[in-house]
């Protein structure tokens, strides 16, 4: 199966007028919308919350420029997370899915040429990563980590497996919903965005407390993937569509920028 063919040919969303940045300084967050940093229910936010106000410094050229990135940096299974990291010809182990949706403005426009990054846990919820101790084996075809850029209607897409869930230490034996992380590049190294994907009817979501820091109920389903079944690649993955709004009231929420402008 050539599966970028099949799927853009049955998937790409509809074209809407492109939407640029503007030039100057960037909006400042209102850290009045932010969860509190000193969450007691999440325990590592006692070492990591400030103990002193913070000190607003003024934006320069290396918060009002960035990087320029095109479609030449990436490889041809960038987004393919089920075989970019393969040894020997292997797939990935686990459930394999598709995410996709389009990057837009809060009108709908989309946000075209955007780099977006993944990168996640395996299907046993362990991360290929040397501090992770998870008893969980490694998958020796599965690196946890991908980039896709949005077309010109701000469409993308990515396969991969579905996370596994994994227990972290909080208070006794915490356990994180499955979930992708994802990172949005801008026109400037102060517009790189972060947050996470979770998905519908997991049950942990609403357990966890690192999303339970989120004072905004409507926001955490905001970064909750839905099923989208018609959309399924048949007798191979299940599909999740998750948008990405950058702006205005209906905004993804973002772990840098929780007031969305």
């Not at 690196?143 to 993308?156: A, E, F, Q, S």
């Amino acid at each position: 199966m050539d599966f970028e063919r099949d799927f853009i040919g049955h998937n790409r969303a509809p074209g809407l007028t492109p939407t640029l940045e503007s030039s100057g300084d960037f909006i400042v967050r209102n850290r009045a919308n932010h969860p509190p940093a000193f969450t007691p229910t999440y325990k590592s936010s006692t070492a990591r919350s400030p103990r002193a106000p913070l000190i607003g410094i003024e934006q320069g050229i290396g918060e009002r420029t960035g990087p320029v990135f095109t479609r030449g940096i990436l490889g041809p299974l960038d987004n393919d997370l089920i075989r970019n990291y393969s040894t020997g010809g292997g797939e990935a182990i686990g459930e394999r899915i598709v995410v996709h949706g389009r990057i837009m403005d809060q009108n709908g426009r989309s946000v075209p040429n955007t780099l977006l990054e993944v990168w996640q846990a395996n299907a046993g919820g362990r991360y290929r990563h040397k501090r992770d101790t998870y008893l969980a084996a490694l998958d020796p075809n599965f690196g946890g980590c991908g980039r896709v850029i949005t077309d010109d209607n701000g469409y993308y897409f990515f396969r991969t497996i579905r996370p596994g869930p994994y227990p972290w230490r909080n208070f006794g034996s915490d356990w994180r919903p499955a979930h992708i992380h994802f990172s949005v590049f801008g026109h400037a190294f102060t517009q790189r965005l972060i947050s996470q994907i979770y998905f519908e009817g997991d049950p942990l979501i609403h357990r966890c407390p690192i999303v339970n820091t989120i004072p905004d109920k409507a926001a955490i389903g905001r970064l909750i993937a839905k099923l989208d079944f018609e959309q399924q690649v048949p007798f191979d993955s299940l599909t999740y569509r998750f948008d990405i709004v950058l702006r205005g009231q209906r905004s993804t929420f973002f772990e840098t920028r929780p007031e969305g402008n």
